[in-house]
């Protein structure tokens, strides 16, 4: 109910106030529902008392606007223990081996196993490994990829034939249709979990040393 549609001396009555000095848009809440239904009620004309069906209506809708606010806590409340549970599932992934749609790994000198997704049928495929700086040092280059879920094996080697040090690493994947047309492939690692973050309602896994966000996870091990 909208205050400037109430008669002023019934606003008087209610708020203490003259009509016109409220601002023209405010809303009353179930309190001042109530506070005004009672108020004209004490206002009406005892020879030419209120309407049944308009006290009916009016009465309807203090019901509806109070069954609304409950709706809105039951359900405010609701989320909050979602939230909660989120949590508490994303905790119990620590120590846990996790698939995530995030293109960064840990090099601790062994091979990697460098996956991705193709969406379709492609003539080939580079894969390119930049170090903790952004720097370049190593492309892959994959012949005739087929669609699905794809993996090869990074030896550690750059591209100038030195083993690459120890330490975080990122890559990327691009693949080429047979018109020469460019696709940018979905990366997918594997890594212990070591940690959780909560940033605002956002969740991060802590991999390595990287920060992935919780709506990255894929799979988990074990």
Known sequence: MIVSDLHPELLHDLTGSKGRELPPDKVLGKEDFLKLLIVQLTHQDPLNPM???????????FSALEQMQNLNKSFASVVEAMKKVERMAALSLIGREVEVT????????????????ADKALEKADIR???SKGELIKTLRLK?????????????????????????YRYEVVGYDEKGNEFQLTPRTTGKVSGVRF???????????ELVPGSSLISVEG
């Open 144 to 168: 005739k990829v087929e669609p699905g879920e794809r993996s090869v094996k990074w030896d550690g080697k750059t591209d100038d034939g030195e083993e690459a040090e120890h330490g975080s």
């Open 102 to 117: 995030s293109g960064t790994f840990e090099f601790k000198g062994e091979p990697v196993e460098i996956k991705f997704k």
């Open 129 to 131: 490994i930049y170090d």
């Open 199 to 209: 940033k605002g309602d956002e969740i991060y896994l802590v991999i390595g040393d």
């Open 51 to 61: 309407d049944d069906r308009e006290f009916i209506a009016q009465t309807a809708q």
